[in-house]
């Protein structure tokens, strides 16, 4: 244990996903060590992520302005939506270059156990974006259990939409792992053999 601010950095940075007790003590004494102008730079960069980037409008995705730079380019498929748990699922789909249309991002998945439900998600938002123009949802989850439950919540709040086609990422990712850590070959053949649920 360390005094004062040196414990506090280290409890903060220990508090960071991915980040352990080693991880972060190595992180505060490089800090510690670092320039004062790349601490400046770090300052920055952290507060302009806090006032400068929001959610954006359509989608729910991380973005500079109220609608996120996919929503706004005329070249994807209005027809096809993919809907994925977290912005950083976006990106692992579009390194892919597979899917042409547009996303949604829920902001998490379905976990009672820690009190996480329907309505704490962007649900409400997706069945209000169906419209005559929408001709097939993809449920891109994580395959897990959480992500499992929300895939089979949303087919059953999908199958009531006249023409519209639910599809589920084919197999190929690992059950119990996250979108994000797929590679682009997995992903990209899980997307081109989706399937219907």
């Known amino acids: 244990m360390y005094e004062g601010p040196v414990q506090d950095l280290i409890d903060e940075l220990g508090r960071l996903p991915g980040v352990g007790p080693k991880s972060a003590q190595r992180i505060a004494f490089h800090l510690l060590a670092a320039d004062p102008a790349d601490i400046g730079r770090l300052q920055d960069a952290l507060q302009k992520v806090k006032d400068g980037v929001v959610f954006c409008d359509v989608c729910g995705n ?23 748990e977290e912005p950083k699922d976006v990106l692992a789909v579009e390194r892919t270059r597979e899917f042409k249309g547009r996303y949604h ?3 998490g998945a379905l976990d009672p156990l820690s009190g996480v439900g329907p309505d704490q998600l962007r649900i409400r938002q997706l069945l209000t974006r169906i419209g005559t123009d929408v001709n097939e949802i993809i449920i891109a989850t994580d395959p897990n259990t959480e992500g499992e439950a929300t895939a089979t919540y949303l087919v059953r709040m999908l199958r009531d939409f006249p023409g519209l086609s639910v599809t589920r990422l084919a197999s190929g990712l690992p059950m119990g792992g996250d979108l994000e850590f797929a590679d682009e070959l997995t992903l990209g053949r899980a997307l081109s053999g989706r399937r219907s649920m």
């Open 62 to 84: 991380v973005s500079a302005e109220t609608t996120c730079r996919i929503c706004r380019d005329p070249r994807r498929d209005l027809t096809l939506i993919c809907v994925v």
């Open 105 to 107: 991002v829920l902001g």
